[in-house]
């Protein structure tokens, strides 16, 4: 079954440019959703697709996906950014849903 | 606008059930697939069940598969998660969440906790 990882935790300073991997075999063959998750709220959906970013979603938030290995962009980094980010798969194989580890993104 | 409302949390003892609940408003019932996710005390999102929008098919965790049964009401547009033989390492927040055909979960509910502790 599918694998993800991810970092636990990523730094970044306002204004910068953050960068949360999700690692998997061969993911780029796969559809990959991203999830922001703010202290004692619910995840919302921030990327789905890869790439796609919902309605409300802020145009700084991008993502990407090849080989093994999927990326979410936030640019021009905010405080209100901090939150932990989770990617996730559908895993056709077995018809279960597969979430990383999660990544904390500090905002210094 | 899709609202999703668990209910049915609480504290119960190892080995016991309990029935969580997720009211569905705003979308047609039938439209939408249904997960529960559950994330531990300072841990991560951990997938736990699946059911698609007419209730045909059924997907559950490897941790959860033979305790957990997942299941929906037309009628009362209501899912709900059936939780037996429970253990500690189910304690939890229980969110149901919903995906429109194999998609991301674009609509959460607010959670509700499980403990389970004697």
């Known amino acids: 079954s599918f694998v993800l990882t991810q970092s636990p935790s990523v730094s970044v300073a306002p204004g910068n440019t953050a960068r949360i991997t999700c690692g998997g075999d061969n993911i780029g063959s796969v559809a990959v959703h991203w999830y922001q998750q703010k202290p004692g709220q619910a995840p919302v959906l921030v990327i789905s697709?890869?790439?796609d970013r919902p309605s409300g979603i802020p145009e700084r938030f991008s993502g990407s996906n090849s080989g093994n290995t999927a990326t979410l962009t936030i640019s021009r980094v905010e405080a209100g950014d901090e939150a932990d980010y989770y990617c996730q798969v559908w895993d056709t194989s077995s018809d279960h849903r597969v979430f990383g580890g999660g990544t904390k993104l500090t905002v210094l | 606008q899709v609202k999703l409302a668990e209910s049915g949390g609480g504290v119960v003892q190892p080995g016991r059930s309990l029935r969580l609940s997720c009211a569905a408003s705003g979308f047609t019932f039938s439209s939408l697939a249904v997960h529960w996710v559950r994330q531990a005390p300072g841990k991560g999102l951990e997938w736990v069940a699946f059911?698609?929008?007419?209730?045909?098919?059924?997907y559950y965790g490897d941790s959860v598969k033979g305790r957990f049964t997942v299941s929906r009401d037309t009628s009362k547009k209501t899912l709900y998660l059936q939780m037996n033989s429970l253990r500690g390492e189910d304690t939890a927040v229980y969110y149901c969440?919903?995906?429109?055909?194999?998609?991301?979960?674009?609509?959460w509910g607010q959670g509700t906790l499980v403990t389970v502790s004697s």
């Open positions: 969440a919903g995906d429109r055909g194999g998609g991301p979960f674009e609509y």
């Open positions: 697709y890869d790439s």
């Open positions: 059911i698609s929008y007419d209730g045909t098919n059924k």
